[in-house]
């Protein structure tokens, strides 16, 4: 395997709170599971266990691997993950039956006295009818599917990493509501006739379909980021829009059409009644008690672990929230830099470095990186870029330290087998607040204080 396949694929990221959440919500539904198996064997299955499992893996992948790294690049990577979290994720979570399991494995004094009384409440209750109506719902999963990716909204989230959170929970959300008439989960009831589905699902692949053509029939470039961002491999951003245009309406099809043709075929179908297989053998009362006992305190030990993980960590340099700053070529380079959009706030400031072949716009991987800093004021300092130390494993990166207002000089070197190349950028710092300004003064030991 090439050295740029092994970046590529080691290019992984854990969210933190995500993954957390993720182990959290895993080892509940697996202790919940393994209660309800002695009231409801028929509805503890381990098939449900292994689909729920799967949606959470699944959820995982979409934002911790290199699907998440890369979509600042390429429009199809960051198209494939919005596919995994309204088309693959949200199904596989609810054909799990996920909300009895869920329930028994929380402790009881919270589903006693935190759950019982707030699932009872008349208005949650109300809230909760109105939000699973197939026609609401519907309607949510088009707001969220259209107006995410309008141009301003789609932009906004590829700048902030707050909004982007804020767009996938929204995903999330819509296309699990979206969702819940078609799968039913148990113990739902039915809200809509079940002949009005495959309409239900044919109308929400007719708006999939519409905005897939919009991008591979488009002959203009949609969303400016991709335009301006350093393009690898030789892929276009417009062929890049119309591929991932071709993800968004294959896969969707997929998603929409067989659940349609499959109600479709069960409706037209006689009702046929099968036996209940053999019972299998129960899980002994103390064996009961040692693997409640155990997931409980993994349910607790594990999101704490993963928690931890996050805080006590190595940052890993994420171009989220950064902007292009410069691309020029070098000598026999193409140096593309990416640092915060100006201002910048006094403190760290994480800067990262693509070198690609100037004729090829291959990757190099191989070049030694190096940033020079200087400040208003004329100090200077180097910092040496590795790939180590950035989430994109193509991608050198470093933390510089810019503690004064002002313009900053900031000059990249680049080595590789003799020869060199210098670009050079300004970042513009901010005046520090009067709360930076206290906190400066307060870890230098500021007598005035």
């Known amino acids: 395997m090439s050295p740029v396949a092994q970046a590529v694929l080691a290019s992984w990221s854990f969210p933190t709170v995500a993954t957390a959440f993720n182990l959290l919500f895993a080892l509940l539904y697996i202790r919940g599971w393994i209660l309800l198996r002695r009231g409801a064997r028929q509805r503890s299955t381990g098939g449900r266990l292994g689909v729920f499992l799967a949606g959470l893996a699944i959820l995982e992948l979409a934002l911790a691997s290199p699907i998440d790294a890369f979509d600042p690049f390429f429009l199809a990577d960051h198209m494939l993950q919005h596919v995994l979290l309204m088309m693959v994720v949200p199904p596989l979570l609810l054909l799990g039956e996920p909300e009895i399991p869920l329930r028994l494995g929380l402790p009881h004094w919270i589903s006693r006295r935190v759950l019982g009384p707030l699932s009872s409440s008349p208005s949650v209750r109300w809230i909760g009818g109105r939000l699973i109506d197939p026609a609401v719902a519907w309607v949510l999963m088009a707001i969220a599917m259209i107006g995410w990716h309008l141009p301003s909204a789609y932009e906004l989230a590829l700048r902030s990493p707050g909004w982007h959170e804020v767009e996938h929970i929204c995903f999330l959300g819509a296309a699990t509501l979206f969702w819940w008439p078609v799968i ?75 659940p349609a043709a499959a109600i479709t075929f069960k409706l037209l179908s006689p009702v046929e009644r099968f036996a209940e297989g053999p019972r299998r053998p129960e899980m002994g009362t103390s ?71 100037a004729d090829s716009e291959e990757p190099l991987l191989d070049a030694d990186v190096n940033l020079a800093v200087e400040s208003p004021v004329g100090e200077r300092a180097l910092v040496h870029l590795t790939h180590q130390q950035s989430a994109n494993k193509l991608l050198a990166s470093a933390t510089a330290h810019l503690p004064h207002s002002g313009r900053w000089d900031l000059r990249v070197f680049v080595r590789r087998a003799g020869a060199e190349a210098a670009v050079s950028e300004t970042l513009q710092v901010s005046a520090p607040t009067s709360h930076q300004a206290s906190d400066a003064r307060q870890v230098a030991g500021d007598p005035a204080r």
């Open 287 to 357: 064996q009961l008690t040692v693997a409640r006992s155990a997931l409980g305190a993994l349910a607790v030990l594990a999101p704490i672990a993963a928690l931890g993980y996050g805080w006590f960590a190595p940052d890993a340099t994420d171009i989220d929230d950064a902007a292009l700053r410069l691309e020029q070529r070098s000598g026999p380079f193409r140096v593309s830099l990416f640092a915060p959009a100006d201002p910048i706030d006094p403190g760290p400031c994480d800067v990262s470095v693509l070198v690609q072949d």
């Open 184 to 258: 039913e989960p148990w113990p739902s009831r039915r809200v809509w006739p079940r002949w009005r589905m495959p309409i239900y699902l044919l109308l929400a692949d007719f708006v999939n379909s519409a905005l897939s053509a919009f991008l591979v029939f488009s002959d203009r470039v949609l969303y400016r980021s991709y335009q301006t961002v350093p393009r690898l491999w030789g892929i276009s951003a417009l062929n890049d829009q119309a591929a991932a245009g071709a993800m968004m309406w294959v896969v969707g099809s997929f998603a929409f059409l067989i």
